[in-house]
């Protein structure tokens, strides 16, 4: 009987089975549309000072405008990860695109006396582009398996800084030119069309690891709540969901105001004077300086996500230097190694505003470089320490605590100290200065969140262990179906599994 169970499963997987080439095209559209979601987010961040003349509005209310576009993002995280675990993603991914294009294209039409009108489109532009957050990345988890699965992540989660510095830059080019600040909001619509038709006829619906076991009927019959309170026990989950949410406060913060301060910065330094201007940034005006700074972005995201990948994975497997100190925590100490080396670039970098603008590019290179290799190996973590079946609610419950606690509230906690630091200064000078002291407090976040990942490290083997009894139950049911006696003996294991906890 086993043997005939064992035979239909095969038959099944290979019906199933999707073409190499299009896996890995597949991972590229969905990766293009992910750097999207950023480019969208930080193309406001680019042209935010003639956006903030334009509504006539102070830092608090400017920080507000990041703050509820992810009020919405958490709102809608629950939602999107529930019918991202029971329904098919792709065109759950296609209905959102569609509303996020319709969206962003319409909150730049907005008049000068409806900001509030302008703020509810955002909202909504920030539940649309959840589907794209709650089904990427568990569709690419049943795309591949082991080593090929966290370079397919490495190669997704370089959309975060590359479509972040994309939209800074489209932002500030924009902004510093004659056009109108709105086409900031109208030119990654144009993108996205492109990656929603190569969602349409390129990605497949990949068959779910839990699908492909006829007994395991988990994302089924397990209630949203059941979900939820499965992830709870589990102490790596939690640790990460605190760890990611430091992280968020602060590059979320930097995100957002850091073409602010540069663009006080230049117009304070020219009404000093010329040489002054010059002395600091060499002859850089706003527009060179946020292209430059994108593009340090792109390549540090780049070399510094490929460098930690092979370096966890290089510890993780015991190779070359690692071949004494092997360790499965590998990911999570490379994680809490890279937040210590990137701490005190994120604590000056705004500094060398006045100092030179050089110095200004070298921190943002090496915290780029360093912070960067968080979301990939905290994703690897996560799907090593979670069931299967759970990966879309696993992902979003991740994804809301970390905006919840993270970027969510930091623009606008930012802009809420730097308007106390202000006064009533409303000078360049003034508005630079408010804002970099405001920094000392949001850039300290990095060492908490370092600390976290040393004790996640400490934590993560047991829960690991505890998730490979549960894949092997899975992984009995699919070869023997569900044996009385061997399923006894594996429910055995995870009790001990739990007790050493």
């Known amino acids: 009987m086993g043997e005939i169970n064992g035979n239909a499963v095969e038959r099944r997987e290979k019906e199933h089975r999707i073409d190499l080439w299009r896996r890995c095209a597949s991972v590229g559209v969905l990766t293009l ?179 492909q076991h006829p007994s395991d009927v988990t994302s089924k019959k397990s209630s949203f709540f059941n979900d939820v309170r499965y992830l709870v026990t589990i102490k790596t989950f939690i640790l990460q969901c605190f760890g990611a949410a430091f992280i968020n406060f602060t590059t979320g913060a930097q995100g957002w105001w850091n073409s602010a301060i540069i663009y006080y910065a230049i117009d304070y330094k020219k009404n000093v004077s010329t040489a002054a201007f010059n002395s600091i940034f060499h002859h850089n005006e706003y527009k060179t300086i946020q292209l430059v700074t994108g593009f340090i972005g792109i390549g540090s995201t780049i070399s510094g996500v490929s460098f930690v990948v092979y370096w966890a994975e290089s510890w993780r497997n015991g190779k070359g230097i690692f071949k004494r100190i092997q360790t499965v925590r590998a990911p999570a100490l490379v994680i809490a190694i890279c937040l210590c080396l990137a701490a005190p670039c994120s604590c000056i970098t705004q500094l060398f505003v006045l100092w030179n603008i050089y110095g200004y590019y070298a921190t943002q290179f090496v915290g780029g470089f360093f912070m960067g290799a968080a979301w990939v190996l905290n994703l690897d973590v996560l799907y090593s320490t979670t069931s299967s079946s759970r990966r879309a609610t696993s992902i979003m419950m991740w994804t809301l605590v970390q905006h919840l606690l993270g970027d969510g509230p930091s623009p606008y906690i930012a802009g ?39 004790v996640i490290a400490w934590s993560m083997k047991s829960d690991l262990e505890r998730n490979r009894v549960e894949e092997k139950r899975i992984e009995t049911e699919k070869q023997w179906g569900p044996d009385e006696e061997q399923i006894k003996t594996i429910i055995r294991d995870l009790d001990v599994v739990h007790s050493m906890q």
């Open 33 to 211: 549309l992910h750097a999207m979601t950023f480019a969208d987010r930080f193309s406001v961040a680019g042209a935010l000072a003639p956006l903030v003349d334009f509504y006539s509005i102070n830092n608090t209310e400017a920080g507000l405008i990041q703050t509820l576009f992810l009020a919405a993002t958490i709102l809608g995280a629950p939602i999107t990860g529930f019918f991202g675990d029971r329904y098919n993603r792709k065109w759950i991914m296609s209905m959102g695109v569609v509303v996020w294009i319709g969206v962003m294209i319409a909150s730049s039409f907005i008049p000068k006396n409806m900001f509030w009108l302008f703020l509810l489109l955002r909202c909504v532009d920030g539940l649309s582009e959840n589907f794209v957050y709650a089904c990427a990345p568990s569709m690419i988890a049943d795309y591949f398996s082991g080593q090929a699965r966290s370079y397919a992540y490495m190669f997704f989660y370089y959309a975060i800084n590359v479509g972040a510095a994309f939209g800074v830059m489209v932002g500030s080019a924009i902004a510093d030119s004659t056009t109108e600040w709105q086409w900031a909001l109208r030119f990654v619509p144009g993108i996205t069309i492109v990656g929603w038709i190569g969602l349409i006829v390129i990605v497949q619906e990949p068959k779910r690891e839990s699908e």
């Open 416 to 454: 809420s100290i730097a308007d106390s630091f202000r006064g009533k200064d409303d000078s360049s000078y003034g508005e630079m200065w408010a804002l970099i002291k405001s920094f000392f407090i949001i850039n300290s976040m990095t060492i908490p969140a370092a600390l976290i990942h040393f």
